[in-house]
C-alpha cells in the first residue's frame, strides 16, 4: 500500500511539474499591430520623450510666473554691543543772557543721546512689477512654446522609428521562419540522398566520395539552419525589448500582403513638406532662432518697474516704526549694450544655420521619397515574377505526387520539390515584406500615422 501511494505521489509531482514547465513555455501569439502598440505602450525611450515633453511644459509654467508681480518678504534680528550717540556740546546753541552779568550757555551742558537700542528687528515685504521687461518675458515664452513643440515632433519621430523598428524585426522573423523551411526540406532531402547512397555502397554500385559529398551537404544545411535558428533568436531578442514581452517563445501571426494604390511622387512630396516630423522640427529650430534674435533686440531696453513695499522696525530712532512706500525702479547695464551686439550676430548665425537645416532636410525627404518609390516598384516587379514562380513549382510538386502515388518517382524528387517550393515561397514572402516595408518607410516620410 505504502508503495502504491509513493507512485501516486510521484506521479502528482510529475504531472505538476510537466504542467507548470509547459506554462514557462507557452507561446505568445502576436500580430504585427499588437506588437506595434506593445513598443509604443512599454518602451523606455518613448516614455523618456514623453517625460522631457512634461519637464518643457512645466518649464513654461514656471516662466509665465515672471510676469506678474515678484514679492520679497525679510525679516532681521539683531543684537549691537555698540550704539550710536548724539552728543551735543555745551553752549552749541549758543547762550542766553540772564541779566546784564550772567549768560547761560545752550545747553547748559554737555548732552549725548542713544540713537538706537541694543536689540533691533525689522521686516518688510517689497513687490516689483516689470514694466519694459513683459515684452522679453513674452519672448521668453514663445521659445518655450517652441521647446514643447520641438519635444512632441521628438516624441513623434521616436514614436515612429520604433514603428518601424518592429515592422522590420516582424517581417525578417517570417521571412527568416520561411527560410528555416527551406533549409529543413534541403537537410531532409540530403540525409535521403545520403541513405540512398549508403544502400548503394552495400550493394557496390557507388564509390565513398560520393557519400563524403553528401556529408558535407549535409553539414552545409546543418550549418545553415544553426544560423537561422540563431538569427530567429537574436530578432525575438531584440523584439522582446521592444515591446517589453515577456514570453519564452512568440508565435508571429500573419500580415495583411495585399498590395495598396500609392499616389505619385509628387503628391507625396507635397504632403511631406507639410508633414514630415524631420522637417517640423528644422522649421521649429528656425522659429527659435528667430524668436532668440527678437529676445536680443529686447535686450537693449532699460529695466523699469513699479515697486511697492512695507517694512516695519523697531530699535531704531532716526527711522518711523511703519513704513509703507511705492515707486518706480530704473535699471540699465550700459556694458550690456556693447556685449549684446555680438549675441545678436550668434543667433544671426544660428538662424541661418538653421535656414540651411530646412534646406538640406528637405532635399533629403525628396531623395528618401523617390528611393521609397524605387523599392515599391522594385518589389512590385519581384513580387510578379516570384508569385510566378510558386504557381509553378506548386504544379509542379501536384505533378510529382501524382507521379509518387503511380510509382513513377522516388521521395527525393518530393523533397527536391518541395525545398524549390518553399524557397519560391520565401522569395515571394520577401519580396511582399520589402513592399509592405518600402510603403511603411513612405507613410512615415510623408507623415502618415
Not at 546753541?93 to 543721546?113: D, I, M, R, Y
Not at 509553378?392 to 523533397?415: S, W
Amino acid at each position: 500500500m505504502k508503495s502504491n501511494s509513493l507512485k501516486n505521489n510521484i506521479a502528482i509531482l510529475l504531472l505538476v511539474m510537466a504542467t507548470t514547465l509547459a506554462h514557462a513555455q507557452q507561446s505568445e501569439p502576436l500580430s504585427l499591430q499588437k506588437a506595434v502598440d506593445l513598443a509604443l505602450q512599454n518602451n523606455r525611450s518613448l516614455t523618456i520623450k514623453k517625460l522631457q515633453v512634461a519637464e518643457k511644459r512645466a518649464k513654461v509654467r514656471e516662466d509665465e510666473t515672471r510676469k506678474y508681480p515678484s514679492v520679497t518678504v525679510n525679516s532681521t534680528y539683531q543684537y549691537n554691543v555698540n550704539l550710536g550717540q548724539l552728543v551735543i556740546p555745551q553752549g552749541s546753541f549758543g547762550a542766553l543772557p540772564v541779566n546784564q552779568t550772567t549768560v547761560v550757555p545752550l545747553p547748559n551742558e554737555a548732552k549725548t543721546f542713544n540713537l538706537g537700542q541694543h536689540n533691533t528687528f525689522n521686516a518688510g515685504a517689497t513687490a516689483y512689477q516689470p514694466l519694459t521687461q513683459l515684452g522679453k518675458i513674452k519672448t521668453g515664452l514663445a521659445i518655450d512654446q517652441t521647446d514643447v513643440q520641438i519635444s512632441e515632433q521628438e516624441q513623434v519621430k521616436v514614436a515612429l522609428q520604433i514603428r518601424q523598428g518592429v515592422e522590420r524585426l516582424y517581417y525578417g522573423m517570417l521571412i527568416t521562419q520561411k527560410q528555416k523551411e527551406e533549409a529543413t526540406a534541403k537537410l531532409e532531402l540530403a540525409k535521403l540522398k545520403l541513405y540512398d547512397v549508403e544502400s548503394a555502397l552495400l550493394s557496390g554500385k557507388t564509390i565513398d566520395a560520393s557519400k563524403a559529398g553528401l556529408q558535407a551537404s549535409i553539414a552545409d544545411e546543418e550549418q545553415n539552419l544553426l544560423k537561422l535558428n540563431i538569427q530567429i533568436e537574436d530578432y525575438t531578442a531584440d523584439l522582446k525589448h521592444l515591446t517589453g514581452l515577456t514570453a519564452d517563445q512568440v508565435t508571429l501571426e500573419g500580415v495583411d500582403l495585399t498590395t495598396l494604390p500609392t499616389a505619385n511622387p509628387e503628391e507625396a512630396k507635397a504632403t511631406a513638406s507639410k508633414n514630415n516630423v524631420d522637417l517640423k522640427l528644422a522649421t521649429l529650430g528656425r522659429d527659435k532662432a528667430e524668436l532668440a534674435i527678437k529676445a536680443a533686440q529686447q535686450s537693449y531696453r532699460p529695466d523699469v518697474g513699479l515697486v511697492a513695499g512695507y517694512t516695519y522696525q523697531v530699535g531704531n530712532l532716526l527711522f518711523p516704526t511703519h513704513n509703507p512706500f511705492a515707486g518706480v525702479n530704473f535699471k540699465w547695464n550700459i556694458q550690456d549694450l556693447f556685449a549684446n551686439k555680438q549675441v545678436l550676430n550668434q543667433r544671426n548665425f544660428l538662424r541661418q544655420q538653421a535656414q540651411e537645416n530646412i534646406a538640406n532636410t528637405q532635399e533629403q525627404v525628396n531623395n528618401d521619397i523617390e528611393k521609397a518609390y524605387r523599392k515599391i516598384n522594385q518589389a512590385t516587379a519581384l513580387i510578379n515574377v516570384a508569385q510566378r514562380a510558386v504557381q509553378y513549382r506548386t504544379e509542379e510538386l501536384k505533378v510529382q505526387n501524382d507521379r509518387k502515388a503511380a510509382g513513377l518517382n522516388l521521395q527525393a524528387d518530393i523533397l527536391t520539390t518541395q525545398s524549390q517550393l518553399a524557397k519560391a515561397q520565401a522569395d515571394l514572402l520577401a519580396a511582399q515584406l520589402n513592399y509592405r516595408l518600402a510603403q511603411s518607410e513612405l507613410k512615415i516620410l510623408t507623415g502618415e500615422r
